[in-house]
């Protein structure tokens, strides 16, 4: 059974520092895409990553995709209130349109 | 905005009776998921439809049903909802992203409560 582990969970920062979030497997994955949810809304996604190694900048939100494509991270910079919600990750195999989701990370940014 | 609604937004029943969440799109996808919320659990996928009357279970599929009669509705079915069933249910497209992946786009949601 596929999974995906995020760390941390959870997560409370001041305004303005920066902060990463992690998402782990033990499993190869073709693409890893990284959802924001806020509260009474659906997930929406930010941004997939497709190769190893792989770098996607969003202003302040950087997204890497680990080499051998079993891990993930964004990292974000000068985190602002307006950052704070539910950040999911999902993985999907080559060609499929099914996905892993992991447990989440909740951000917590304090003005 | 991939053009997803769902339906009702919220629901209160109680146990032993039968509930049908519908989900709509209107861009005509030809994947849909239902996938069910709870704390500490993340997403899980419940069932999902690869085309009009083709459908298949994911992880937690038992007490659910579902069904596809057309290609922009797809329903999901609690034979006799339990408490255990009292979650937070998103239905969701996919279609083609970067490279050869599909990318994921949610509707709403529904908040369902089993007394």
């Known amino acids: 059974t596929q999974l995906l582990e995020q760390s941390p969970q959870f997560l409370s920062i001041q305004e303005g520092e920066n902060l990463t979030v992690y998402c782990n497997s033990s499993s190869v994955f073709s693409s890893l895409q990284w959802y924001r949810q806020e509260p009474g809304e659906g997930p929406v996604l930010l941004v997939t990553v497709v190769t190893g190694g792989e770098v996607k900048k969003l202003k302040r939100l950087t997204f890497q995709f680990g080499d051998a494509r079993k891990d993930s991270s964004l990292h974000i910079t000068a985190a602002q209130p307006g950052d704070t919600g539910l950040y999911l990750c999902?993985?999907?195999?080559?060609?499929?349109?099914?996905?892993?989701f992991g447990t989440g990370t909740r951000l917590k940014v304090l003005a | 905005d991939a053009g997803i609604t769902q339906s009702p937004r919220h629901k209160v029943t109680e146990t032993g009776t039968p509930v049908t969440l519908r989900c709509h799109q209107t861009?005509?996808?030809?994947?849909m998921y239902w996938y069910r919320q709870d704390p500490g659990h993340g997403l899980r996928l419940i069932h999902y439809?690869?085309?009009?009357?083709?459908?298949d279970k994911g992880e937690v599929s038992d007490g659910y049903s579902v069904s596809r009669s057309k290609t922009e509705d797809f329903l999901l079915t609690l034979e006799s909802a339990t408490s255990s069933q009292t979650s937070v249910y998103f239905c969701a497209i996919s279609k083609s992203g970067t490279g050869d992946s599909y990318e994921q786009y949610f509707g709403p949601g529904t908040r369902l409560t089993v007394t």
């Open positions: 861009e005509n996808h030809r994947y």
């Open positions: 999902a993985g999907a195999g080559k060609g499929t349109y099914k996905y892993i």
């Open positions: 439809s690869y085309g009009v009357k083709d459908t």
